[in-house]
């Protein structure tokens, strides 16, 4: 059930309660009078109208870092629903004894990554992100070699010492765009044998105590160049989690406390997405993609720009929304009903 939040005017001490529940109750902490925060009230108190911009796609920091191994910082902003935190919870204690792997599915640009570096934020791990579209031959996994000066050496991957170490979370990114032929040499890592044979180097590597494995999933028809994975791989992936985008009222606080847009617009923006994700989900779709919490971050990044230069901010929309949507079909097209929703709602 969706939360909201109530604040104590007498000692400032705020607790959430279900959203069904009334506006006004008794403080636990002084048994005075708390009442709900406003959207508005809730972003001015965090100081979400001036945040730290930064250059990362991702929204965490990065703390101490070793090459590809790092530790990050939890990001207090990003949004997990009740029901996963609690499942990673388990997972996290479930991991000191038996080696978890846990498949994330769900839409681009909802934050399926993030989630697993959350994880690893959260419990105080170091993580690796492995792009799992890069590996195009078995032993990119494990290293390379290298010829110098007539000597043939062996460089071994960041993703070796990551499973070696113990106690890491490996990322494994995009895994539906890895071709069936490159599971082979990771079965074993992710049963119950928890090693693997390098014939490179000739020697066997093992997984250290307490590592998690997360992969990630672009899964339907509109995501071209991935492929299905067999039983026996999904059959590896013994916890799956579908990851969706947030609820509205959340999604505007991430896009204001992300950007520092003003909440009007931000308002309007996850209106617009909104809408367009009902328009292309389900049999009657008749738009073939949504508008991803990633893409509004993008639009309100430019749109904030705008302002600042006194221009039309919903002009930002021509370059990062509009373009993703097909012309073809002149006046029925997928671009010409975007543009309706947003000259429906930014009134251009």
Not at 39 to 64: C, D, H, I, Q, Y
Not at 136 to 148: N, V
Not at 166 to 180: I, P, S, Y
Not at 268 to 290: I, N, P, Q, Y
Request: charge should be positive.
């Amino acid at each position: 059930m969706s939360k909201k939040t109530l604040v104590c005017k007498k000692c400032k001490h705020s607790f959430e309660v279900n959203r069904s529940d009334r506006n006004r109750k008794p403080c636990p902490s002084c048994g005075g009078k708390a009442v709900r925060v406003t959207l508005e009230e809730k972003l001015v108190a965090k100081g979400a109208t001036a945040p730290e911009m930064s250059e990362n796609r991702m929204s965490f920091t990065v703390g101490k870092t070793d090459r590809g191994i790092f530790y990050p910082n939890l990001d207090e902003n990003f949004y997990v629903q009740k029901e996963h935190s609690d499942l990673l919870e388990v997972i996290n204690e479930m991991a000191k004894s038996d080696q978890q792997n846990v498949m994330m599915v769900g839409p681009q640009g909802c934050g399926k990554t993030e989630l697993g570096v959350w994880f690893a934020a959260k419990y105080k791990r170091p993580v690796i992100i492995m792009n799992c579209a890069t590996i195009r031959e078995a032993k990119d996994w494990f290293g390379y070699r290298d010829a110098k000066e007539g000597t043939l050496s062996w460089h071994q991957s960041d993703f070796v010492r990551a499973l070696q170490m113990g106690g890491c979370v490996v990322v494994m990114d995009e895994f539906n765009r890895l071709h069936t032929t490159l599971h082979n040499t990771l079965y074993p890592l992710l049963d119950a044998r928890r090693s693997t044979f390098v014939e490179e180097i000739e020697e066997i590597i093992k997984v250290g105590p307490n590592t998690v494995f997360f992969s990630t999933a672009n899964i339907g028809f509109a995501h071209t160049g991935t492929f299905t994975m067999d039983s026996a791989m999904e059959d590896r992936w013994g916890i799956r989690v579908d990851v969706g985008f947030p609820p509205e009222a959340k999604e505007i606080e991430i896009v204001v406390s992300k950007t520092g847009i003003e909440i009007g617009l931000a308002k309007k923006l996850c209106k617009l997405a909104r809408d367009v994700r009902r328009k292309s989900d389900g049999m009657g779709a008749t738009l073939s993609k949504a508008i991803s919490t990633r893409q509004l971050l993008q639009s309100a990044k430019v749109m904030r720009q705008m302002v600042s230069r006194k221009k039309n901010p919903s002009k930002a929309l021509d370059y990062t929304v509009v373009p993703f949507y097909s012309k073809d079909g002149g006046r029925e097209s997928e671009q010409a009903q975007v543009l309706q929703l947003v000259q429906g709602i930014f009134g251009v």
